[in-house]
């Protein structure tokens, strides 16, 4: 099998493993709290990518960079994993997954507008065009299509989903500016999140609780979603000699998505769910067209 062909697999492995998070957040949520969630899969998250370092022999690269490295590591693990997911889940707690899903995927669009103003790229008409489209997709969703009623779910549930896309976005941007393996930084990040998810339980007198139902979920969600789909995604994207065909793999994962949200968590999917959803990855693959857009 040639590169090419290993990129593609573990790409569409990739795409797979991110289109059934919306349904296991959904089910892990049942039985933990946004913030219980998130610090169990922050654990099995380090655990996992602290395996593939290992097994890539990077453990001394953890070590090897300077203070000011480390602390804009830190800053970078307070945005993700700690209020990113903070944020996401308690989106996800409120709305519906198949609204919440969808809206998240709008992340790619803020990108590029927090680009403009913190890099300082330039933005086109493409991409104003793929923001109307976009966020018509989400008012879409968000009102169920009734666009005369102006009714959401619930606003706060879509504040905080759009939110989320801003924090992800700040995430992925300043990112860029640090010279730090990619892996290594990754897991630089996450054990600052542990830390201040750890102080975020104590000032606010949280608790863990257990369930082993919730534990499950949450280690799906530290394993698939948090590392290693990421490092699968990584991987993809190096060994491929067309980075665009890969990439255009991940807009399969919004409606696989929704399959699984269907089938396993018994939603019914909306006519206004699919049609904005598909305004999003039109306004996304438009947007793309000039180059704006990459997932990694």
């Known amino acids: 099998m040639n590169n090419n062909n290993k990129a593609i697999l573990l790409a ?13 957040f959904k089910l892990t949520l049942r039985y933990f709290s946004p913030s219980v969630m998130l610090f169990y899969s922050i654990v099995f ?16 690269l953890i070590f090897s960079y300077n203070k000011k490295e480390y602390f804009a590591l830190a800053l970078l693990g307070f945005i993700n994993p700690t209020l990113y997911y903070l944020v996401l889940f308690r989106a996800y707690d409120i ?3 198949q609204e919440a899903q969808p809206i998240n995927y709008t992340w790619a669009l803020m990108l590029t507008y927090l680009s403009v103003f913190i890099l300082k790229r330039k933005i086109g008409v493409y991409d104003f065009l793929a923001g109307i489209i976009c966020y018509f997709g989400v008012f879409i969703i968000s009102t169920h299509g009734n666009l005369s009623d102006f009714e959401f779910t619930s606003s706060k549930g879509v504040f905080l989903a759009v939110f989320s896309t801003f924090l992800w976005s700040i ?5 860029t500016k640090l010279s730090v393996e990619p892996v290594v930084g990754l897991f630089i990040n996450f054990l600052f999140g542990f830390l201040f998810v750890s102080v975020y339980f104590i000032v606010f007198g949280y608790h863990l609780t257990f369930d082993i139902y919730g534990l ?12 290693l789909t990421f490092i699968l995604w990584l991987f993809a994207m190096k060994l491929t000699s067309s980075s665009s065909k890969v990439a255009n793999l991940i807009f399969l994962s919004p409606f ?8 396993v968590l018994k939603e019914d999917i909306r006519t206004s769910t699919f049609v904005g959803l598909s305004m999003i990855i039109f306004g996304l693959i438009l947007q793309q067209k000039k180059g704006k857009v990459n997932k990694t």
Do not use: D
């Open 216 to 227: 499950m979920g949450s280690f799906y969600i530290g394993m698939f979603e948090m590392g």
């Open 171 to 175: 995430y992925w941007v300043y990112s």
């Open 95 to 97: 709305l519906p997954a």
């Open 256 to 263: 696989l998505s929704l399959i699984f949200i269907h089938f």
């Open 45 to 60: 998250s380090i655990l996992s990518i602290f395996t593939v370092l290992v097994f890539q022999k990077k453990i001394h």
């Open 12 to 24: 569409l492995l990739a795409v797979l493993l991110w289109s059934s998070v919306a349904t296991i």
